[in-house]
């Protein structure tokens, strides 16, 4: 129905002769390039910088056991030692709000995160603005993204009810891609006929308008032949039970692992369908007391972060398979000269560094991807107290926002030097 809003909001400015720049609906081209993506992974509870950070700089080091399965794709990551948080909240909450905010850390702040400061910039340019995804979370206030009064933005738990507000419940017929087509199709046909109504003036700007919304129509269209929502939910998961209290499957710690594959199949499919340019991945809570199956640990990620021992390196590295896999799976999907993983950035932080300490120093940074806009994997790089803010100001420039500031804890702004080139 927004398609048909924006329609109808759209011929109420034609007629009241507002200039083009104030249009709902920006131009599709890109100069035959792909679009830009960025992706926003959270895990929790910090990590050990013993067992995390790359030992070694440039593309001479050794990854630790807690990212030791990013081996297979070292090519692709950046793995970042002495980049800081700064502010005041040292604590998991202050981490949440500081990490993709360059903010504070204090819940005065009201400062809007990244992803959600991207997705309005390319919201007129895919269907679905930003999609923001959480896998098992323990309580409602999971997430780490913030919109533009500084409120939190509740990420969707349910893998099967993000895949369809995507696809639609027939996925493999495209039946929402051929519904967005229909009204697409109304909105060109009542813009055709009012135009023999308006003057020069107004007619200029309908056509401006025009050529926006044909160009977005064989966007959709070349999606609906191409772009299957293939082979998804392989294992058949349900969710049977409903209610917070009840539950549901998707709450499940014992899921944890279907769960995280079924939410970073929503993302590569949403990528891969051009329905999206950012997506967010939260794993839980900032404060996870899942047990997480899979990692073989029978602790909660929160309990082993204060131990520091073997419990923790197994749960760190099972969220860092979690990575290796995205990385692999975007790598899969060919796009233009390269693949999906080319044209896609990847931000893995947390909300703390030492997860026994709380602190926000030497935070666990990794950067994935991302090489059609010059970042070069398999490298490791060594910074000194150098604030986080210049990393969230790399990836806007990535993504083609030409901002020089993010946040405000960096004093000397500007790009995190040596990411990109």
């Known amino acids: 129905m927004s398609m048909i809003n924006d329609r109808r909001h759209f011929l109420k400015w034609v007629a009241a002769g507002i200039g083009a720049a104030a249009l709902p609906f920006a131009s599709m081209a890109y100069a035959g390039d792909a679009p830009r993506r960025a992706i926003f992974l959270h895990f929790p509870d910090g990590m050990r910088p013993e067992h995390w950070h790359a030992q070694g700089t440039g593309t001479n080091f050794i990854l630790p056991r807690m990212t030791a399965p990013l081996e297979r794709v070292r090519q692709h990551c950046v793995f970042l030692s002495g980049v800081d ?8 909450e202050g981490g949440v709000l500081k990490f993709l905010t360059g903010a504070d850390g204090r ?6 995160s990244l992803d959600y400061y991207l997705a309005q910039a390319f919201k007129t340019q895919t269907i679905k603005p930003h999609l923001n995804l959480n896998i098992v979370p ?3 206030s999971a997430g780490v993204t913030f919109d533009s009064n500084g ?3 509740a990420p969707e738990p349910n893998p099967l009810v ?6 639609g419940s027939n996925a493999n017929n495209n039946f929402i ?5 229909n009204a697409m199709s109304n909105s060109l046909n009542e813009l055709n006929a009012l135009r023999s109504k308006l003057g020069a003036v107004e007619k200029a700007k309908l056509d401006t308008h025009t050529e926006s919304l044909r160009e977005l129509e064989q966007k959709l269209n070349a999606n609906v032949g191409a772009c299957a929502a293939w082979n998804f939910n392989p294992t058949g998961f349900k969710v049977t039970r ?9 709450r499940d710690q014992h899921q944890m692992g279907v769960i995280s594959s079924l939410q970073m199949d929503v993302a590569v499919h949403a990528l891969a369908c051009d329905l999206t340019r950012v997506v967010t991945l939260t794993w839980g809570h900032s404060v996870n007391e899942a047990i997480i199956v899979g990692s073989g640990s029978g602790q909660t990620c929160h309990q082993a972060s204060h131990g520091g021992g073997e419990d923790f390196i197994k749960i760190k590295a099972w969220y860092t398979e979690q990575l290796a896999k995205l990385i692999e799976q975007l790598a899969s999907v060919p796009e233009g000269n390269g693949t999906l993983l080319d044209n896609t950035v990847i931000f893995v932080g947390s909300d703390l560094s030492n997860g026994g300490w709380h602190n926000h120093t030497d935070m666990p940074f990794i950067i994935a991807g991302g090489k059609n806009g010059g970042i070069s994997g398999g490298r490791s790089l060594h910074f000194t107290a150098t604030p986080h803010n210049k990393v969230l100001v790399s990836i806007a420039q990535f993504m083609g926002v030409n901002i ?7 004093s000397n702004p500007g790009v995190l030097p040596g990411l990109v080139g």
């Open 151 to 153: 409120l939190r933005v």
């Open 162 to 167: 993000a895949f369809e507000s995507l696809f």
């Open 85 to 92: 948080m700064l502010g005041s909240g040292s604590s998991h």
């Open 107 to 112: 819940g005065s702040d009201k400062a809007v």
């Open 242 to 250: 409903t209610g917070f209290w009840s539950n549901p499957e998707y």
């Open 177 to 181: 891609a051929q519904r967005r087509l």
């Open 404 to 410: 020089n500031s993010f946040g405000n804890q960096d």
């Open 138 to 140: 323990v309580w409602d």
